[in-house]
Each structure stands twice: as C-alpha cells, then as structure tokens.
C-alpha cells in the first residue's frame, strides 16, 4: 500500500467533491471514508488509476451520507409534526366523499350504487332493491364501477344531482328501520344546503325533515308497522315538521320546480291533516301528476294511484293501478288495499297474503299477513 501516494491524491479528490456542491466537512468526512476504504481494498485489488478510484468512491459516499442525514431530519420532522396525544381535532369528510365517489367517469347509476356500497354502508341487496333490480345485476354494476375508477384519481368531484340523489337513498334506507341512517342523512343534506344555494338541495332537506317528523308513530310498542292513515298524529315531530314546510315553502317560491320539492310538497300535505280523513287527496294527486312530469320512476305512479282511490274512488285507483307493470315492489299491496277499499274481501285477503310472501322485510310481512288475517275473519263463511 502506498500510503505516501494517497495522502498525495487527497487534496486533489477533496477539491473535486467540493467543485462537484459538496459542503467542505461532508467532503472531508467522505475523502476519509474512502480512503479507510482504499486501505481495505487495494492489497488485493490494486485500481488503474488511484485518482479516478478515490473521487468514485468517494462521491458515493458523500451521496450515501447525504441521503442519510435527509432522512434522519425528515424522521424527526415528522415526530414534530406529530398531534399532541388526546382527542383528534372534529373533522367531518363525509360529504366530501359522497362528492368523490360520484366521479364523472361513471354514469350517474353507478355512481350512486358505488358511494352507497363504499361510503353509505348499504348492502348490495339493499341498493338492488332501491333500484328494482336483481342483486346479481347490482353487484355487477358495483364491481364495474370499482374497475372504472380504479386507476383515475379523485380530484373531480361529481355532480350536486348524483350527490341528492345518494343522500335520499340511504335516508330511505335508514327510515325503513334496515339501517338507522335517517339521521346520519339529514345532517349531511343540513352541511350541503349550507354551503349550496339550490332549491333542490332545499327541498331534498324539506323532505327528510318531514318523513322524519313521522317517525315515531310509524311503529307500534311491539314493533309492528302502523300506516299513516292509523298514525297517532300527536307523536309527530311539529317542530320538524315546521322546519321543513318553512324550508320547503322558500324553495317554491324559487319557481325552479324539482322532483324533491314536489315529494316534500306531498309529504307537507299529509303532515298538514289534522285527521287521515282530512287529507287533502284531491291537491295530492295533481303534486304525483307534477312529480310524473319530472321522473319516469314507476314507483311515483303506483303511489299515484292509491291517491288517485282515495281522491276519486277505489275503481279510479284499480284503473290506474292497471296500467303499470303487476311486478313492481308493492303492487300486490296496493292492489289489495284498493279492493278492501271497494269491499271485495276476498280478494283483498288474497293479495295481502300473497304481498306478504314477496315482502322485503320482516315487519312488512307481518303487517301485511295480519291484513289478511284480519279480513279473513270478517267474511261472511
């Protein structure tokens, strides 16, 4: 080893690591390394050209040292960084994901199908049910959208329709007692009306306020279901229920007409009798005929009609009822309900056990099953 030969060489190797943006120390202590290196190697592997040798070796240390020493500061910016132990500040993204699943690279359906499934917490039968399709079909329809948005990256937030649109499913949802979401919902639609002027977003708040209003009349003590016309009023929520008419009323004066203001419209009516019998059918029907204007939901018109049989008669209601699709989620209760009306008995015992067997919940059946029980025994034998 010549040693004489690298004290030589290292002036020379640390003016070109200083040349090449070195810092002099960081410099010294690589040029040391080297050397320290060169001690271990060069007995056994002596290098062509001892300089080239030096600056190469060197560099790279002075390079891996710098990395190192990055690192270590970044490890303790981070543990500076760090919270404080204790409670984490409140921060609410909720709504903010609603607005992300619905990207614009899916249509409006699978948008709405993917943000129930990832951020509503809805089963895949539950949203093929709001949707009156097969569960196979929607979990398909999920998958397809996961795929779709799999590699894009979601800085494009969708649409204030699509976003409505979630929001009253998973309320529906939480209303019909699957999953309590109802409340999780209206909070939601409270934090987006606040930061959008919309009628529509106005009017989708108007309506979960006052179907929320009814909420604890919907159930008896046992849990079975109690219809609207059966509802003890006095359990109604008045102060919701004036909340909503209040926000719904500035959203029509708006004249910028959407289906959620015409559903709350209708709900309004009903939260404004006194007594079922004091319902105002006659307006109801004329707000379904608004609504049938605005959406071609097959679901509006067989509400529709069981309006149209308290507005006009139980025949008037079976007509209207004729015209649509017999395999619709509650058609057969409909129908059984109007035949009671008409006083058709039997009939009407028929298709409540038959409604019953095609229920998509257990309080549901049991109602509807107790509907047919119950006229079973007042037919004459």
Same mark, same amino acid.
């Given at each position: 080893?010549?040693?004489?030969?690298?004290?030589?060489?290292?002036?020379?190797?640390?003016?070109?690591?200083?040349?090449?943006?070195?810092?002099?120390?960081?410099?010294?202590?690589?040029?040391?390394?080297?050397?320290?290196?060169?001690?271990?190697?060069?007995?056994?592997?002596? *290098?062509?050209?001892?300089?080239?040798?030096?600056?190469?070796?060197?560099?790279?240390?002075?390079?891996?040292?710098?990395?190192?020493?990055?690192?270590?500061?970044? #490890?303790?910016?981070?543990?500076?960084?760090?919270?404080?132990?204790?409670?984490?500040?409140?921060?609410?993204?909720?709504?903010?994901?609603?607005?992300?699943?619905?990207? *614009?690279?899916?249509?409006?359906?699978?948008?709405?199908?993917?943000?129930?499934?990832?951020?509503?917490?809805?089963?895949?039968?539950?949203?093929?049910?709001?949707?009156?399709?097969?569960?196979?079909?929607?979990?398909?329809?999920?998958? #397809?959208?996961?795929?779709?948005?799999?590699?894009?990256?979601?800085?494009?937030?969708?649409?204030?329709?699509?976003?409505?649109?979630?929001?009253?499913?998973?309320?529906?949802?939480?209303?019909?007692?699957?999953?309590?979401?109802?409340?999780?919902?209206?909070?939601?639609?409270?934090?987006?009306?606040?930061?959008?002027?919309?009628?529509?977003?106005?009017?989708?708040?108007?309506?979960?306020?006052?179907?929320?209003?009814?909420?604890?009349?919907?159930?008896?003590?046992?849990?079975?279901?109690?219809?609207?016309?059966?509802?003890?009023?006095?359990?109604?929520?008045?102060?919701?229920?004036?909340?909503?008419?209040?926000?719904?009323?500035?959203?029509?004066?708006?004249?910028?007409?959407?289906?959620?203001?015409?559903?709350?419209?209708?709900?309004?009516?009903?939260?404004?009798?006194?007594?079922?019998?004091?319902?105002?059918?006659?307006?109801?029907?004329?707000?379904?005929?608004?609504?049938?204007?605005?959406?071609?939901?097959?679901?509006? #018109?067989?509400?529709?009609?069981?309006?149209?049989?308290?507005?006009?008669? *139980?025949?008037?209601?079976?007509?209207?009822?004729?015209?649509?699709?017999?395999?619709?989620?509650?058609?057969?209760?409909?129908?059984?309900?109007?035949?009671?009306?008409?006083?058709?008995?039997?009939?009407?015992?028929?298709?409540?056990?038959?409604?019953?067997?095609?229920?998509?919940?257990?309080?549901?059946?049991?109602?509807?099953?107790?509907?047919?029980?119950?006229?079973?025994?007042?037919?004459?034998?």
């Amino acid at each position: 080893m010549n040693e004489a030969l690298l004290r030589s060489l290292t002036p020379n190797v640390l003016g070109i690591l200083v040349r090449r943006g070195a810092d002099f120390a960081a410099a010294e202590d690589a040029v040391q390394d080297a050397l320290i290196e060169a001690v271990r190697v060069w007995p056994a592997d002596p *290098p062509r050209d001892a300089k080239g040798w030096l600056v190469t070796v060197a560099w790279r240390k002075f390079l891996d040292a710098t990395r190192a020493d990055t690192a270590r500061r970044r #490890r303790e910016d981070l543990v500076e960084e760090e919270p404080a132990p204790g409670p984490a500040p409140a921060a609410d993204d909720t709504l903010q994901l609603y607005f992300l699943c619905a990207h *614009p690279s899916l249509t409006p359906s699978s948008a709405v199908a993917l943000t129930l499934r990832a951020v509503g917490g809805l089963t895949t039968r539950q949203i093929a049910q709001a949707y009156l399709v097969p569960e196979a079909t929607m979990a398909q329809r999920i998958s #397809r959208a996961k795929r779709t948005v799999s590699d894009v990256r979601f800085d494009q937030p969708g649409d204030v329709a699509t976003v409505l649109r979630v929001l009253y499913l998973v309320f529906n949802e939480g209303y019909s007692g699957d999953v309590d979401l109802a409340a999780e919902s209206i909070r939601l639609t409270r934090q987006l009306a606040a930061v959008i002027d919309h009628p529509e977003v106005a009017g989708l708040l108007a309506l979960m306020l006052l179907h929320h209003a009814r909420r604890a009349a919907r159930t008896a003590p046992d849990g079975s279901l109690v219809p609207l016309a059966d509802q003890d009023r006095g359990l109604w929520d008045t102060t919701s229920i004036a909340e909503g008419v209040e926000i719904l009323q500035a959203a029509l004066a708006r004249d910028r007409l959407g289906e959620f203001q015409t559903q709350a419209a209708i709900a309004a009516l009903h939260a404004d009798a006194p007594a079922a019998e004091e319902t105002d059918w006659v307006q109801i029907v004329e707000w379904y005929d608004e609504l049938a204007g605005l959406t071609d939901n097959p679901v509006v #018109r067989l509400n529709r009609a069981v309006a149209v049989g308290e507005a006009d008669g *139980p025949r008037a209601g079976l007509a209207a009822l004729a015209a649509l699709d017999d395999s619709l989620p509650r058609h057969t209760a409909v129908a059984a309900y109007l035949h009671e009306r008409d006083g058709d008995l039997t009939t009407a015992a028929r298709l409540y056990a038959k409604a019953a067997q095609k229920a998509p919940n257990l309080a549901e059946r049991d109602h509807l099953t107790r509907q047919a029980a119950r006229l079973n025994t007042r037919r004459p034998r």
